[in-house]
């Protein structure tokens, strides 16, 4: 347990520095990329991400997963699951964005900052992640 909550004391000041210090529409935003205007741009770039770090993650998957809904056929649910190469103890992540909808945009952003820049440490410390973003695509797409 106590290696588990060091690993998050390291995950942490980058998740905390990104959604205290980025504000969007600064200039910090649009140099790194992260924070998106839309729901289609939060998941154009999400897969883009996902699919960079998938090819070169033995056994990596990204998949969607088409939501029904009246009057917006174009809603998904996006998940990528990147294994780790160690075959001794299994420990998963899971970092999900979008449940409420309007926090959608932050947590994609957060999702993007942790495939780019700590998601290789995450693999070298044998934990699988699975990302599921958009998960109220309704709600974060139809946020005014």
């Known amino acids: 347990m106590l290696e588990h909550a060091k690993n998050l004391v390291k995950v942490l000041p980058a998740v905390l ?5 980025v504000i969007p ?7 790194e990329g992260y924070f998106c205007d839309s729901y289609d741009e939060c998941r154009g770039l999400f ?6 770090a998938a090819a070169d993650i033995s056994g990596a998957k990204v998949w969607a997963v088409p939501l029904d809904h009246v ?20 420990k998963l992540l899971i970092l999900s ?19 780019r ?15 599921m973003h958009g ?5 974060m797409k139809h946020t005014a």
């Open 47 to 52: 897969h883009t991400a996902a699919e960079m």
């Open 135 to 139: 998960i109220n695509a309704f709600g």
């Open 97 to 115: 964005s979008g449940i409420h909808g309007l926090e959608g945009y932050t947590g994609s952003a957060i999702q993007r900052l942790f495939t």
């Open 17 to 21: 520095l990104l959604a205290v210090t």
């Open 25 to 31: 529409g600064s200039s910090a935003q649009a140099s």
């Open 71 to 90: 009057g917006d056929d174009n809603l998904f649910i996006d998940a990528a699951f990147y294994p780790a190469p160690t075959t001794g103890e299994k």
């Open 117 to 131: 820049e700590l998601l290789p440490d995450a693999q070298k410390q044998g934990i699988d992640v699975l990302m």
